[in-house]
């Protein structure tokens, strides 16, 4: 097998996120479609790293898990908090700058 | 001395505008007696210059820095020559002279006050003008004279054709002065300087192209202020304005002051020759123009105002000359200030009896009812016709021999010219004698009450219906009779000998003149030529009766009724196309520029009311954006590595 | 597993690789398609046990337990955490209300993998080196060598942003108290205050007529307290109303009573009305 398979992959599950982000109402579920679209980045990095044969791409990973997390915390915050005023997570209700 | 000069006029000018009613009974007085006291000044300054040596006469008198600017320097200075004291006298002199005269037909106006200090204005500025030592200054007198000639011609505002005529003649000035504004801004960047005397002897560095040009807008300028074809029109409307003014501004001084510009500025025409042959076709036209409208004039103020004109063309001809015709325009030009100051001030006291009636037509056989009016009138008729011995005959022929002395095609075409306009200012003016003072009574067939003339005030001499011809006081007689002296023997006084030439040479410089033909013979063609438009003339007007109401007349006579349809051109070519053409601006700016701007508007108006759909607040419409520009991005980056 | 492969992989890592591939893009199907955000939430994190798997094979043994333990173990608790704290059973409708959304978003979502997949199938891969040079002193320490030599900066970076995401959170979630909290004594007086309802809220199932915290009390009229239904309960839709029961078995005890005293009934008997034991959801009414 060629490990560019991973890469389509990647790019299958990438898609799949990024249609669910445009296609969910739910914002914890768009958070999860945005983890999917990370980690097939990841996937995609680590695919990277094994065919030039260095570790750079695991440290992008690596990186990009960091920043993940930090995302997560701070965006499930603010589902939090928008639930608590709103009492509602869906994205579409959180419309007020439309005139 | 020479500030002095002005100062008086201007003083009593200030004095008669500021001083409100309590002075409406002494303000003529007061006028007179600054006019007077300007000419007595103007008499002693003149005495000064006769007991000095020819080539010492000029006085230059530097009161103060005017406009001190860093290479711009304008000074208050006053130059007294011969040229500008022989202004003095001539301004002073018949300004006095028609001072006295208004006071007497003035009487009977309310605000006779004011019209004395609007002619002490206008004096002032007009010497302001003669007397200046750069042109700026000279402008200053130049836009003075016009402002006062406006007050005047409007002065009896209260009648819509006088305000017009005003106007008229303001914007028609405007032209001129633009002319002038551009020569004075020409000069500056040419010589750096606007003094007479640098600019002057500047001349033999300066390239012959921009002396022509400077040369042109002062011809142009000349134009506008002496009524010089194209811009003659507003000539005879300003006989809306009281006779006296008609007389002083619009016959003998202000109108000279074009001619006075040029003869001032000979050295750049001098070295223009181009500019020199337009001042000397412009003259001509001018010359032909006038005597031919003055020919068709029933009322006697514009007849005289054509005629006006036509002498008016005279000295600019001979201002184009050169110098052979220099001292001559002037020379002229004070002539035609004694007699045609006489004739219009004749024409008012006509009008005085004949309860301001101006149609010459309702008059005739008026010789024996005011003879002093006759005497001194016939005597200025003879003077301008140019009768032997008086003076428009010397000053006249002389210009007429300079034109021939022109030499070649040029000066026979101008000769001729210039010898028919004797001939036909010989006629016209026959005409307006004979309609005027002899043939029958006219007058005395009129209705009541004459339509033009509603208001007529019922004063004891100025019976309603039927006029009463009667003398003027003698307030109005005697300037009269001194300007009829002036006419009888100026000529002969300042001709023979070529007094007046020689007095003169130091400022214009003179050189012989050599016609084609012996001086004797143009003396005699002129004479003749004169002869036979007195005769026509009297075979008209004077043998058959004259019709009380005018004749349809052939189409010359119409045409020049109709001021050879000055009004009509300039409606046509200039109002016409002036309306034209900011309709087609306004139309383009509507349409084009503020379609370009209103539809730029309108277009991004209408595209964000479209555009703001897509802003429907939904981030998922907008990720659906940003995602598919993403994709856009990747195929952008494919088909770019493909290629 | 980590051969030095010059052009494939092992036939082992292959079959992995379609089996696990499968059961991942199944599970990103679900993520998506799914309709609570519980299954959501369940089936993205099979599909990242299946990639941790695949960082495994890829020879990022780091990465692989990294992703474990802290996407598949941290991130994805706390995505089920908030998920309980929104609510387990709210299930968002998937109808579409935005119109043509849906299908922007598939025709985008098709063109992109296209394009991806189109660009990837562009480029050939010959050969590649693996990783066993750069592991061979160790994964971890390979890493560990990197991150804390050429990419430190970048991590200390890292360091940062994690605090202020903690911090942001704690900001965003943290509510201020502005004024004092009133002593129960304060409350008192402004209840009496008010008149408004004077005596102690009733307990749950003060009035009840039936032995559970989910049916409301009877209030002395026969009307359902609101106030005795734990207000969570009715938060879920999980009330029961029971009024028209007991007004019936009301209706019936009298009329059994009737029977035995051989009254004539005053007013003719009503229609028993029933099935009023079901579980209503009163969502409309309590939104």
Not at chain 2, 176 to 183: C, E, K, N, Q, Y
Not at chain 3, 18 to 47: E, M, N, P, Y
Not at chain 3, 100 to 106: D, E, F, T, V
Request: proline share 3%; aromatic share 10%.
């Amino acid at each position: 097998m060629n490990p560019v398979n991973y890469l389509y992959l990647a790019a299958l599950l990438f898609t799949i996120g990024a249609t669910g982000v445009l296609v969910r109402r739910n914002a914890i579920v768009v958070f999860m479609c945005i983890e999917l679209m990370l980690n097939a980045c990841n996937l995609s990095l680590i695919a990277f790293s094994r065919m030039h044969g260095n570790l750079d791409g695991q440290i992008i990973a690596f990186f990009t898990m960091v920043v993940a997390a930090a995302e997560v915390v701070v965006g499930l915050a603010i589902i939090v908090s928008l639930f608590r005023t709103r009492h509602s997570a869906s994205v579409d209700d959180a419309r007020l700058m439309k005139l | 001395m020479i500030a002095l000069l002005i100062a008086a006029p201007l003083l009593g000018a200030a004095v008669l505008l500021c001083g409100g009613r309590r002075l409406d009974r002494a303000g003529h007085w007061i006028g007179t007696a600054l006019a007077a006291l300007s000419f007595v000044l103007g008499a002693v300054l003149f005495a000064g210059l006769l007991g000095r040596g020819a080539e010492d006469r000029t006085l230059v008198q530097h009161l103060y820095s005017w406009i001190p600017v860093e290479g711009f320097q304008a000074d208050v200075a006053f130059r007294l020559d011969q040229l500008s004291i022989t202004f003095v006298l001539l301004i002073t002199g018949v300004g006095s002279l028609i001072h006295v005269y208004s006071i007497g037909y003035m009487e009977h106006d309310e605000r006779r006050r004011r019209f004395f200090g609007y002619l002490n204005l206008f004096l002032a500025a007009m010497l302001i003008l003669v007397l200046a030592d750069n042109y700026l200054l000279l402008y200053l007198g130049w836009e003075g004279v016009g402002l006062a000639s406006y007050l005047l011609i409007g002065f009896w505002q209260h009648k819509p054709s006088a305000a017009t005529a005003a106007k008229k003649a303001f914007l028609v000035n405007r032209v001129g002065d633009m002319g002038l504004s551009i020569a004075i801004m020409l000069m500056f960047t040419t010589f750096g300087t606007f003094a007479f005397t640098p600019v002057l002897d500047g001349v033999g560095k300066t390239g012959e192209g921009t002396l022509t040009a400077i040369a042109l807008m002062l011809l142009l300028a000349a134009c506008g202020k002496s009524a010089q074809v194209p811009l003659q029109s507003w000539l005879g409307d300003a006989m809306e304005g009281p006779t006296p003014v008609s007389a002083l501004i619009h016959a003998a001084t202000m109108v000279t002051a074009g001619v006075y510009l040029i003869v001032r500025s000979g050295a750049i025409f001098n070295a223009a020759p181009d500019a020199q042959l337009v001042v000397t076709i412009v003259g001509a036209v001018t010359l032909l123009f006038g005597a031919i409208v003055g020919c068709a004039k029933d009322d006697i103020k514009k007849a005289l105002a054509g005629s006006t004109m036509s002498q008016i063309g005279y000295m600019v001809l001979a201002a184009g000359l050169g110098p052979i015709g220099y001292a001559f325009a002037i020379m002229h030009l004070v002539t035609h200030g004694f007699f045609k100051a006489g004739l219009f001030l004749g024409a008012g006291s006509v009008m005085h009896g004949m309860n301001d009636e101006v149609d010459m037509r309702k008059y005739g056989g008026l010789r024996t009812y005011m003879p002093v009016t006759f005497v001194t009138f016939g005597l200025g008729y003879l003077a301008i016709i140019g009768f032997p011995g008086l003076s428009g005959f010397f000053s006249k022929d002389l210009i007429i021999e300079a034109a021939f002395a022109k030499g070649g095609t040029q000066g026979w075409i101008l000769g001729g010219v210039a010898l028919l306009g004797a001939g036909i200012t010989a006629f016209y003016m026959t005409r307006v004698m004979l309609m005027t003072f002899f043939g029958e009574e006219r007058w005395r067939n009129l209705p009541a009450a004459s339509p033009d003339q509603p208001d007529v005030e019922p004063a004891a001499d100025h019976g309603g219906g039927v006029p009463h011809p009667h003398e003027s006081p003698k307030v109005m007689t005697v300037p009269m009779i001194v300007l009829a002296f002036g006419s009888v023997f100026a000529g002969a006084f300042f001709g023979i000998g070529e007094r007046f030439v020689h007095w003169l040479e130091p400022v214009t410089s003179f050189a012989h003149g050599h016609p084609p033909v012996a001086a004797w013979v143009v003396t005699v063609a002129t004479v003749t030529v004169m002869v036979l438009g007195v005769g026509l003339a009297w075979a008209q007007y004077g043998r058959r009766p004259v019709p009380a109401v005018a004749p349809r007349g052939s189409l010359l006579t119409r045409a020049a009724r109709r001021d050879l349809y000055q009004d009509d051109f300039n409606h046509v070519v200039l109002v016409r196309g002036g309306e034209h053409l900011t309709r087609s601006l306004v139309y383009v700016d509507h349409t084009l520029v503020d379609g370009v701007v209103n539809g730029t508007a309108a277009g991004v108006g209408g595209l964000s009311a479209r555009m703001r759909r897509l802003q429907n607040g939904f981030a998922r419409s907008y990720a659906v954006s940003m995602f598919g520009g993403t994709a856009l991005l990747v195929a952008a980056t494919l088909l770019m590595r493909a290629v | 597993m980590n051969t030095v492969a010059a052009y494939t992989t092992s036939t082992g890592e292959a079959v992995q690789f379609w089996i696990l591939g499968t059961v991942a893009v199944l599970g990103a199907l679900g993520t998506v398609f799914l309709k609570r955000a519980v299954h959501s939430a369940l089936s993205l994190a099979g599909t990242m046990i299946v990639l941790a798997v695949f960082y495994l094979a890829n020879g990022a043994y780091f990465l692989g337990i990294v992703q474990i333990v802290v996407y598949t173990g941290a991130i994805m608790m706390l995505f089920l955490f908030v998920v309980m704290l929104v609510g387990v059973t709210a299930a968002d409708s998937l109808k579409e209300t935005i119109r043509g959304q849906r299908w922007l978003a598939l025709l985008c979502g098709l063109g992109f993998g296209v394009l991806l997949i189109g660009g990837i199938g562009n480029a050939t891969l010959t050969e590649f080196e693996g990783l066993a040079a750069a592991n061979s002193g160790g994964n971890i320490q390979g890493l560990a060598a990197l991150l804390f030599g050429k990419y430190v900066f970048a991590f200390e970076i890292t360091g940062a942003l994690l605090i202020t995401a903690a911090v942001g959170a704690m900001v965003l979630t943290h509510r201020e108290r502005t004024e004092r909290a009133k002593t129960q004594k304060e409350l008192a007086e402004e209840r009496i205050r008010k008149g408004e309802y004077i005596p102690p809220l009733p307990a749950p199932g003060v009035y009840a007529r039936h032995n559970a915290v989910d049916v409301a009390g009877l209030l002395p009229d026969g009307t359902p307290s609101e106030l005795t239904v734990s207000a969570t309960l009715r938060e879920r839709g999980q009330i029961r109303d029971v009024s028209s029961q007991a007004i019936a078995d009301l209706r019936a005890l009298e009329q059994r009573a009737n029977e035995r005293l051989e009254r004539d009934p005053l007013e003719p008997p009503r229609p028993r009305r029933g099935g009023s034991t079901e579980l209503t959801r009163a969502e409309e009414a309590q939104q």
